[in-house]
């Protein structure tokens, strides 16, 4: 499953910006789906995920109020609605696919087989 990552840009902060996350040939509807981001200087984190049926949604602290994961089957598409962006969310996003479909662990980085190419994601103060 090729992933990719659409959508970064740079903004101020308050502004709001939506990710996509699509893929060229097969099917994500029937995978988990996950968000992760990755600042210059620090580990990747979790942000949010989705899961294939749509049943469990489930973000990290930080971004919870602020952020919305969502997917359209028929596009085959996974997105990432991000409101009161702040400076401390400035990294570069990435999708990921869970193909397995685990149950909990949705934040393990590990738990997902396919991933974008990452998009950047720049917010100024």
């Known amino acids: 499953v090729q992933l990719q990552a659409s959508g970064g840009g740079l903004v101020q902060a308050g502004d709001s910006l939506r990710l996509s996350c699509t893929t060229s040939?097969?099917?994500?509807?029937?995978?988990?789906m996950g968000w992760f981001r990755q600042a210059p200087g620090k580990e990747r984190e979790f942000v949010a995920a989705?899961?294939?049926?749509?049943?469990?949604?489930y973000y990290a602290d930080s971004v919870k109020g602020r952020f919305t994961v969502s997917r359209v089957r028929a596009k085959n598409a996974v997105y990432l609605q991000m409101n009161s962006l702040k400076p401390e969310d400035t990294a570069v996003y990435y999708c990921?696919?869970?193909?397995?479909?685990?149950?909990?662990?949705?934040?393990?980085?590990?738990?997902?087989?396919?991933w974008g190419q990452g998009t950047q994601v720049t917010v100024s103060s």
């Open positions: 040939g097969r099917t994500i509807n029937n995978n988990n």
């Open positions: 989705i899961t294939w049926s749509g049943g469990v949604i």
């Open positions: 990921a696919a869970d193909p397995a479909r685990h149950v909990g662990g949705y934040e393990v980085a590990a738990h997902y087989n396919y």
